[in-house]
């Protein structure tokens, strides 16, 4: 399934290593399978078919701006290999560095030219095609009325049926879909269900309401019974006031992957890595309310994720929450576990065995956990693959025995 390829696009080429709004990494596979890691689904149309020996991909990319001859695009394609459900190895046209995919400063770049003064765009079917296919994939059973898309799109592919066909016509069965995936309605039942929505591409671009960044330090003491200074970074959400006490603040703590640190996340003072900028539209527009977030780091100290949660406790929530304005009265810890509604933890790979530790001893202090994919290694370090069944029930019993629902 992991045969693919991908394509990588900076419309721009400014080259830099985080994707901007303008940058693409879409991904289509043998069985025409498509997936997106950055960019508008609706700008990547393809299609796939095997053949003997293997498979052929053709793919178009809408292009944000008007192209002319002498424009130079950023660009990378990726070829991946797979043996079953595992990739075996990647061929890549320019990147011999393996990273491009996160770094559209390793892109190549292609030179656009040929065009002539006389030369007449044609026909632009594929953003239709491409809506067809969205709209197909609804599950019907969720809406009360889904006959109406249905007929709508029935009708717009009968029309890329005939000859002669104007852009209009094109544009006008799109403005129809779109139309008629308005008037849906949802089943009661659907209608109280949670939804995963991706985050809009406009998201990742500056907001003039940002946050800003902060850096502590404090001291922990070491397996050794040494003392060692660590740093942790503070997201203030816009608006943030340190005089106004009468405000108080949500505050979640994440913890970064193996081999990583506390500028991972959002970076350090002065910088805007995406998922800061995520963050502040997400509070500007109203989809969460201003929070502190803390990215602390994981090494220094003890390095044991069984025992980062004691340095959680006696270090870092009371400096966070007596130097911010928190929910917290005090650093004491019947204070901490009053406010522990307002708190939340979660970390990614590593940070997510940690997020389980922390679950385990802290579920007193913390209402909220956020692993992100990692294991439970409170019985094995392999039990997601060896013992999930065990590991589910005692997670389970540590709430149950901690007097939780």
Not at 5 to 18: A, C
Not at 117 to 126: K, M, R
Not at 277 to 298: Q, S
Not at 307 to 333: D, G, K, V
Request: aromatic share 10%.
């Amino acid at each position: 399934m992991q045969d693919s390829v991908e394509i990588f696009l900076d419309e721009n080429n400014d080259k830099t290593q985080e994707y901007g709004v303008d940058d693409l990494h879409f991904r289509v596979n043998y069985m025409n399978s498509r997936s997106i890691d950055n960019g508008d689904p609706e700008r990547f149309y393809t299609s796939a078919r095997e053949v003997s020996g293997g498979y052929i991909v053709e793919a178009r990319v809408a292009l944000k701006s008007k192209p002319a001859n002498g424009d130079v695009l950023g660009i990378e394609l990726q070829i991946n290999d797979a043996k079953g459900t595992n990739r075996l190895g990647t061929i890549n046209v320019f990147d011999n560095t393996g990273s491009a995919w996160n770094d559209t400063s390793k892109f190549g770049q292609v030179l656009l030219t040929g065009r002539s003064e006389d030369a007449v765009t044609g026909l632009n079917p594929y953003d239709l095609l491409s809506l067809i296919e969205k709209s197909r994939d609804l599950d019907s059973v969720l809406y009360t009325n889904f006959d109406i898309l249905t007929a709508t799109i029935d009708k717009a592919e009968e029309l890329l049926k005939e000859d002669n066909i104007t852009q209009k016509q094109i544009d006008d069965q799109i403005i129809a879909i779109k139309g008629a995936t308005n008037r849906l309605t949802l089943t009661e039942e659907a209608s109280n269900e949670k939804k995963f929505v991706a985050i809009p591409i406009e998201y990742k671009a500056e907001n003039s309401k940002a946050g800003t960044i902060e850096r502590l330090e404090y001291s922990v003491e070491n397996f050794n019974k040494e003392m060692d200074l660590k740093k942790l970074n503070v997201y203030l959400p816009y608006g943030y006031n340190s005089s106004d006490t009468s405000k108080k603040y949500n505050v979640f703590y994440l913890m970064h992957g193996g081999g990583e640190d506390e500028n991972l996340i959002f970076g350090g003072p002065g910088q805007s890595k995406e998922m800061k900028r995520v963050l502040d539209n997400m509070i500007a527009n109203g989809d969460i309310e201003p929070l502190i977030v803390v990215t602390p780091t994981f090494y220094g100290g003890k390095n044991d994720t069984a025992y980062f949660h004691e340095e959680l406790i006696n270090n870092i929530i009371p400096l966070i929450e007596t130097t911010y304005n928190t929910y917290a009265e005090s650093a004491e810890l019947e204070d901490l576990k009053a406010s522990r509604e307002h708190r939340a933890f979660g970390g990614f790979s590593m940070g997510s065995v940690t997020t389980w530790y922390t679950y385990i001893n802290c579920l007193d202090y913390f209402m909220y956990f956020m692993p992100l994919s990692g294991d439970c290694w409170a019985i094995a370090q392999t039990a997601g693959e060896s013992k999930a069944m065990e590991t589910a029930e005692y997670l389970a019993k540590v709430a149950k025995d901690g007097g939780y629902k």
